[in-house]
């Protein structure tokens, strides 16, 4: 395997599968065998997930809802989407942890840095749920932090597009992949990968995205073993 530890990045919306919000069981069972493959080849897996398909707190505003309270609503719906996946994780086999960013200590062990490690090396899945624990933090800036704080060797951030491209494939249908690209021309190009923080956040610690399809069967696998699939950056 080429990577021994990664941080894996899935969005909330990716569970609604073709529901329009909420969790899709299919979805979910999906992904939890993609992930178990993976974790049976000898990598250690830590993840974050998103909240949109239950809540996002950017769009709280639009609501009225105070936009403090609105990122810990969405935060909570971080927590809801880790509590289904490690719930998938444990039905096929997988030991698991759930660690959040505050504290719910009936559902999830407070994130301690050290603790996750251990649970890394003992072969647990850890799921990082809550965001950072702090309001303005996007979900992909968690994944950048946790990836760093863990010592993940890479982030991969599972999408419905199978890498960066020069313009929105979904609308441009003459926007072209890049198979790699570095941090710098991600920036000089204004392409959309992550938020600034958490991207800055990779690039200061030297850290590679690798942007995949997450719906295309294998792709997880065939990734961390080395084949080239979807945009690294680096």
Same mark, same amino acid.
């Given at each position: 395997?080429?990577?021994?530890? $990664?941080?894996?990045?899935?969005?909330? !919306?990716?569970? /609604? @599968? +073709? #529901?329009?919000?909420?969790?899709?069981?299919?979805?979910?069972? #999906?992904? %939890?065998? +993609? $992930?178990?493959?993976?974790? !049976?080849? @000898? =990598? !250690? $897996?830590?993840?974050? $997930?998103?909240?949109?398909?239950?809540?996002?707190?950017? #769009? %709280? !505003?639009?609501?009225?809802?105070?936009?403090?309270?609105?990122?810990?609503?969405? /935060?909570?719906?971080? =927590?809801?989407?880790?509590? %289904?996946?490690q719930s998938a994780l444990e039905k096929i086999g997988l030991y698991t942890r759930l660690m959040s960013g505050f504290k719910i200590e009936q559902v999830c062990e407070p994130f301690i840095r050290r603790r996750a490690v251990r649970h890394l090396e003992k072969g647990r899945v850890v799921i990082f749920g809550a965001g950072t624990g702090n309001p303005y933090f996007t979900t992909d800036s968690t994944a950048s932090l946790r990836a760093i704080e863990v010592e993940a060797d890479v982030v991969l951030k599972g999408t419905r597009v199978d890498g960066v491209y020069t313009a929105d494939p979904e609308k441009d249908p003459t926007a072209k992949r890049f198979s790699t690209i570095t941090f710098k021309e991600v920036y000089q190009k204004k392409l959309n990968v992550m938020d600034m923080t958490a991207f800055t956040l990779c690039q200061e610690n030297n850290l590679p995205i690798i942007v995949f399809d997450m719906n295309k069967p294998g792709n997880l696998y065939n990734l961390v073993s080395g084949q080239e699939v979807g945009t690294l950056i680096n």
């Open positions: 395997m080429k990577y021994k530890r $990664i941080l894996l990045k899935l969005s909330g !919306e990716a569970l /609604m @599968g +073709e #529901q329009a919000f909420g969790i899709d069981s299919n979805r979910l069972h #999906q992904y %939890a065998l +993609e $992930i178990r493959r993976v974790k !049976e080849a @000898g =990598v !250690e $897996i830590a993840i974050v $997930i998103g909240g949109g398909n239950i809540f996002r707190g950017v #769009q %709280a !505003e639009k609501s009225g809802i105070d936009r403090v309270q609105g990122d810990y609503m969405g /935060m909570l719906a971080t =927590v809801i989407n880790g509590m %289904a996946l």
